[in-house]
């Protein structure tokens, strides 16, 4: 019989858990509160409608479920079958009527939830691979999908705010895009930057050292959204210059 509970016994997986299931409900209350015909403007991600920031949401939790189905059978099930499968995807499932659009969100999130329910506590390490080629424990599709459901919950553009986002989440949020960056630093020619958040005794920076970098100042929740590429808004440097644009993130 599957399990009623998660099965989880590492304490730092089951609060990841939680927050990804908090942001889940975040974007569900952002999303029911748009009405149909609101579904047809455009996003805060250019390019983007609202429909293609649903149908990606959506399509992403099935996507993920792929990767929780591997770890948990050891047969190899890819998030998609194609490099071309996701855009694809995406721009079929921005056509669907507004009903079928929103229960698409709906029922592959509660299906990936069952999924990382059911999940026995050893198959968490197992490893699966993810659309960009890494290897990862099946543990880091918590991650993967937390990201996902806070942040495109903003870019449906109809009140979200990285200010509503929980402490934790922006501070793992700021560990991630500051590790991206420095791991490009060399290859891709990346400037440094550290933020110094007006709000946290914590710091986080990319690059090797603070000395020549650009300084950012701010809350921590608005750094992260500056550093997710997504504006400048309560964010300065500490020189007064102006802020610049925020490298490529994923």
């Known amino acids: 019989m599957p399990a009623r509970t998660d099965q989880v016994t ?3 997986l089951a609060a990841r858990l939680l927050t990804a299931r908090r942001g889940q409900a975040y974007w569900s209350r952002q999303l029911s ?11 805060m991600l250019p390019g983007w409608t609202r429909r293609h920031v649903i149908a990606h949401v959506g399509l992403n939790a099935r996507a993920i479920t792929h990767l929780t189905a591997w770890a948990a ?7 998609y079958d194609s490099p071309t ?27 990936l939830s069952v999924e990382w329910r059911d999940l ?12 960009q080629g890494r290897t990862v424990p099946v543990s880091e599709t918590v991650w993967m999908r937390s990201r996902e459901v806070w942040i495109h919950a903003v870019d449906l553009g109809n009140g979200g705010s990285f200010l509503d ?3 934790e989440f922006v501070d793992d949020l ?6 991206a960056w420095s791991r490009r630093r060399h290859t891709e020619g990346l ?3 550290a933020f110094q958040p007006t709000d946290r005794a914590a710091s986080w920076r990319s690059g090797d050292s603070s000395s020549g970098a650009t300084v950012l100042v701010g809350p921590a929740a608005r750094l992260a959204q500056w550093a997710s590429g997504r504006g400048t808004v309560g964010v300065h440097t500490a020189d007064g210059t102006p802020v610049p644009p925020a490298p490529r993130w994923l």
């Open 10 to 12: 590492d304490p730092a």
């Open 33 to 43: 509160r748009l009405s149909d015909d609101d579904l047809d403007a455009p996003s």
């Open 73 to 79: 059978t050891g047969v190899e099930h890819p998030m």
């Open 85 to 111: 499968q996701r855009g694809d995807d995406i721009a079929l499932a921005s056509t669907l009527p507004p009903q079928a659009l929103r229960n698409l969100s709906d029922h592959a999130a509660i299906h």
């Open 120 to 131: 026995s506590a050893a198959a968490w390490t197992n490893e699966v691979r993810t659309a």
């Open 165 to 167: 986002f929980p402490p």
């Open 174 to 179: 700021l560990v991630d895009i500051t590790g």
């Open 191 to 193: 400037p440094d930057f």
